[in-house]
């Protein structure tokens, strides 16, 4: 299949090859685009008016195209001037374009709008479509990782569809959510999986909530991080927020634009493992060491030699990855248009897993006159997402790969699945992890509206009312079945579950903007608007135990001869807001921007419905003072600063009000349902709040060619919403309520530089960004707080992460350790959850310095938050050829290692890493490996690591074909891209950048069972007509 592809892939490229060649009638014309200083202009337009001909210029400025003799020549490009020019008896036109003299010269979106960037005072990153281009993912957040100063973005699970965790400048909540705010074409969506997703019962992370969301429709993706920027999005700016912008038509020729690639997947890294050999003189001397008889024989031993299964290869797999899209763009100057079709498939590389995608998307414009315009954005989608059972479970494909004992194969003499491993004597009883994964059904579909509609009337002059309304509108269902020929549905003799969910999100926007240049020295920018958002979430399930035939799966819960009991429920929320902003410059030098947004939500208290959040900021920009333009290297001077207060709604539904709970008790044969109280009410609950302070620096050298940008922020967010104990006497154990507070501290460099500009040009764009997090306060007289465990009732390690005033949050909680005892030295007594200690086993430290090891002992062993993360792109360009590297990273971050509790057992139970084969025993007194003995878990240092790490992110070599003599064909490139193909870390784990939790604001950095990540190869072809 992979064969054939290329094949055909390589049969097209041949094939422009020779129409190029072969095609040349009709007058050609070449020449080059340039701007007022020689330098080229790749991607100008150039087209005969009045009709369909056009192409583009290379890299280097260079076209040919196809003309009659007396046809006008119309080049184009963003920012410049458009020029027509009469062929008439001309072979070669050289042309050079003059920039735009216009009001507004470079702009950025922002909030509710578009600002020049020399005026911008807030702190905004922008991500276009070049480097959204460059990498192969199936949701728009993943192409965001490494790009943007301040801004982490950690893959919550690597599988296809998989969720991401974005931390915009920190964590600033501990109970609600600390992901951004997501604007896309005006819809404000915030990207809550678990919300959008119809369940997760049964394990794996819920589907990317931006997964129905086709990346390559965007144009470009704008980050506001600091509170100037944010607070026009008043309570929900305090994570950041990223306005979205989709690809619009332009005037001009109607093209068409076909982009392709298919490429192969396989997993970057497997964890070394004992073969079968090793593992059964492991189990048998751990088995000695128990007092109990070996249990496998000399013979088998020996039979083991040739004979051991690598679970990992079996449960793994090469994947394909696809990707095609055709978008038809153009239009005159009434009527723009913009459509898009676009089909994506990604198989995981483990067995039965896999996402794909279809959607379809259509922008339009429409000038009705010289004052009103209106126009439209939909995209309508839909997705598959084929899951496996991964992550925090004991029975998850992978942990089960890691732990299933090498000596037992796939198949039995029979030819059957190898049920279990229950014939190992003592090992922790998993299924086999092929069969579950290929028997197992885990699917969601889902189907996704998400357009709007916009009318822009110009009022009188300098004055635009722009009204729109839109919606997002998405369905799910999800099928669980396990059958009863394996280890999941073995007991339930068959389990399904049937989920459904349906989210109706519809928002209306109304805004006035009047934008007036009094003069060469005054330039005024206001906005003034409202804005409603509602959304409601309804849900249904069911599941059935006891099938009599697995035939049918899912399809029929009635064949369940158990029926559980039903679920369903729905929840309402809605938020009214009014908001407005001005935009000051005095001089082109002096800047001041203040907002201001009042926001009314249904989420909290009677008394703190409406909320309030200003900010403001000032700049200098000194490019055009005379003691800057006297310095000739130096072309770009500006200093930012910036306050603001932005808020966090984001608490979960109906937190302030009393809750009742279902009751099922049972009296005698009869099952009463009642209700009774479940929560107690707090109608003062109000919102966290983030106070945030920004300085920026923009300093440009040599024309802007080395172009650099710093800033220093500090947010502290208080008022933060964690639950209080309460007396018993209540009947209730804890209130929700605004009590604690953490701040965040950082640094953010960043840098774009033109390095060589001749025939070989080569552009670097580099980010780091230092932060740090910090508990201030908790509840009254709390000084530290241990978070909710995590397990599955074999690996249940409780308290693993705490939140303790003076650290960061989400810190690893346990004991710290030193090496291992020796035979002769003096024993530490511990407590029984510690069990009996001697010569081989762990040496604890004893942190209180009572002489006794036991809980007390615990105390911080790892911070999952890294001292800084990094990213930098290398583009370079030589005539036709075109390469990019990217690489990104973090330093300084731990990942508790859960596997690592299981893998580091060495007592046969499970499957162990090589590294037990240095084990200690009285002829090898090992000071890192512990002896072949049954052990309580306990959460120490040993399996915290350090995961920072660098990673060759992207590699892609692109070629430009000379399409000049094809009359039918604009533009052609084909390309060879690699992703994850190198990564450098200490950690020994599948892959250091992991969050099992997903996007659980304490439990980060956390590693069991995660899906991996894969290293891809593709290949690919782009081209217009």
């Known amino acids: 299949m992979r064969k054939m592809i290329y094949k055909k892939l390589g049969l097209f490229v041949l094939f422009l090859t020779l129409a190029m060649q072969a095609n040349g009638q009709g007058r050609i014309i070449r020449g080059t685009v340039t701007d007022d200083k020689g330098e080229p202009i790749p991607g100008t337009t150039v087209a005969v008016k009045g009709t369909s001909i056009g192409t583009v210029a290379d890299m280097d400025g260079n076209y040919s195209i196809n003309a009659p003799d007396a046809g006008v020549l119309v080049f184009s490009f963003i920012g410049f001037q458009t020029r027509e020019i009469t062929i008439g008896n001309q072979t070669t036109i050289n042309v050079q374009l003059a920039q735009q003299v216009s009001d507004l010269g470079e702009v950025v979106v922002v909030g509710y709008g578009v600002q020049r960037k020399s005026d911008l005072t807030g702190s905004v990153s922008s991500v276009g479509e070049r480097e959204i281009k460059q990498v192969a993912v199936a949701s728009l957040d993943q192409a965001l990782q490494g790009r943007a100063a301040g801004v982490q973005v950690t893959q919550a699970s690597a599988a296809p569809g998989g969720g991401v965790s974005i931390r915009i400048r920190g964590g600033n909540s501990i109970n609600a959510s600390n992901e951004p705010l997501y604007v896309i074409d005006g819809i404000p969506f915030f990207p809550n999986n678990a919300t959008v997703a119809p369940g997760t019962s049964g ?49 001009g020729a109607t093209n068409v634009d076909f982009e392709s690639y298919y490429g192969v997947q396989q997993v970057s890294r497997t964890i070394p493992l004992l073969n079968a050999e090793e593992f059964a003189i492991i189990a048998n001397e751990a088995r000695v060491g128990r007092g109990q008889s070996p249990i496998f024989s000399a013979e088998q031993i020996a039979s083991f030699r040739n004979n051991s299964t690598d679970w990992q290869s079996e449960v793994f797999r090469d994947a394909p990855i696809q990707n095609h899209q055709v978008t038809v763009s153009g239009g005159d100057a009434k009527t723009r248009f913009a459509i898009s079709g676009n089909y994506f498939n990604q198989e995981g590389v483990i067995l039965n897993s896999g996402f794909s995608r279809g959607s379809v998307r259509v922008n339009l414009d429409k000038t009705i006159n010289n004052k009103v315009t209106v126009g439209n954005s939909l995209t309508i989608s839909r997705a598959t997402n084929n899951q496996q059972v991964t992550d925090i479970t004991r029975g998850g494909v992978v942990n089960a790969a890691l732990v299933f004992s090498p000596t037992l194969p796939v198949f039995d003499a029979d030819g059957n699945f190898t049920f279990d491993n229950s014939s190992i004597p003592g090992s922790q009883q998993v299924g086999n992890p092929v069969q579950d994964a290929l028997e197992t059904l885990n699917k969601t579909v889902t189907n996704r509206v998400l357009g709007n509609v916009f009318m822009e009337w110009k009022v009188i002059d300098n004055l635009l009312f722009r009204a729109s309304g839109g919606v997002d509108f998405q369905t799910g269902r999800r099928d669980f079945y396990a059958p009863s020929t394996n280890n999941r549905g073995r007991n339930a003799f068959g389990s399904a579950l049937v989920e459904t969910k349906n989210v109706f999100s519809p928002v209306g926007t109304f805004t006035l903007n009047y934008d007036k240049k009094f003069d060469k020295n005054s330039y005024l920018i206001l906005l003034a608007g409202y804005e409603s958002q509602s959304q409601m979430v309804d849900f249904v399930g069911a599941q059935a135990t006891n099938f009599p035939t697995d035939a049918l799966g899912s399809d029929n819960l009635g064949l369940g001869q158990i029926v559980g009991t039903p679920f369903s429920g729905r929840s309402l929320w809605r938020l009214d807001s009014w908001f407005g902003r001005v935009n000051y410059t005095l001089f082109e030098k002096f800047l001041f921007t203040g907002t201001f947004r009042a926001d009314g939500s249904s989420r909290f208290g009677a008394g703190n419905k409406w909320g309030y959040f200003p900010s403001a900021a000032v700049g200098y920009n000194m490019s055009n003072e005379p003691f800057v333009n006297n310095i000739k290297w130096l072309s770009t001077l500006k200093v930012t600063t910036s306050w603001g207060l932005t808020g966090n709604q984001e608490i979960g539904l109906y937190q302030s009000l009393s809750q009742l709970n279902t009751e099922r ?94 025939k070989l040009k080569w552009v670097t764009n580099a980010n780091i960004t230092f932060n740090r997090n910090t508990v201030l306060a908790l509840g009254p007289g709390e000084t530290f707080r241990l978070a909710p465990g995590t397990g599955d009732g074999h690996l249940q390690i409780a308290n693993s992460s705490i939140l303790q005033v003076g650290a960061p949050v989400g810190s690893f909680f346990g004991m710290v350790t030193n090496g291992i005892i020796q035979s002769g030295e003096q024993v530490i007594p511990g407590s029984s959850s510690f069990g009996s200690v001697g010569p081989g086993d762990i040496r604890y430290v004893d942190v209180n310095g009572d002489g006794r090891i036991d809980n007390n002992d615990r105390t911080i062993i790892g911070n999952p938050q890294p001292k800084f993360f990094y990213g930098m792109n290398n583009n370079f360009t030589y005539k036709n050829f075109d390469l990019s590297i990217f690489i990104n990273g973090t330093y300084g971050n731990d990942v508790w290692n859960v596997n690592s509790h299981e893998l580091y057992r060495n007592d046969g139970a499970t499957n162990n890493v090589r590294g037990v084969l240095n084990r200690w025993t009285p002829e090898n007194p090992s000071n890192e490996w512990p002896s072949s003995r049954t052990r309580p878990f306990v959460l120490s240092d040993r399996h915290i690591e350090n995961a920072s790490f660098l990673r060759v992110r992207n590699v892609t070599l692109g070629y430009n074909l000379p399409v000049g003599n094809v009359t039918w064909l604009r533009s052609c490139r084909v390309y060879l891209q690699g992703q994850n193909i190198l990564t450098f870390t200490n950690y020994s784990g599948f892959d250091p950048e992991v969050n099992s939790l997903g996007q659980n604001p304490i439990g980060i950095g956390i590693d069991r069972g995660t899906f991996p990540m894969a290293r891809s190869f593709i290949m690919g072809v782009n081209f217009g007509l």
């Not at 965040?744 to 500009?757: D, F, I, R």
């Open 203 to 251: 394990g794996g992370q819920p589907q990317n909530a931006l997964a129905n969301i086709n990346p390559g429709d965007i144009e470009s993706m704008e980050i506001l991080k600091d509170a100037s920027a944010t607070a026009i999005y008043g309570s929900r700016g305090a994570n950041g927020v990223v306005i979205i912008t989709t690809k619009r038509g332009k005037a």
């Open 665 to 758: 008790n049972a009296f005698g044969n009869v099952i009463a349902i009642g209700l009774a109280p479940g929560r107690i009410p707090n109608p003062d609950l109000r919102w966290e709040k983030t106070n945030q302070v920004n300085v920026g620096l923009e300093v440009g050298l040599i024309e802007d060619r080395i172009f650099f940008e710093a800033a220093g922020y500090y947010k502290r967010t208080q008022d933060l919403l964690l639950p209080l104990d309460l007396p018993r006497s209540t009947g209730f154990a804890t209130i929700l309520t605004n009590i604690g507070s953490v701040e965040n501290k950082g640094l953010e460099l960043s840098v774009n530089s033109n390095n060589l500009t001749g």
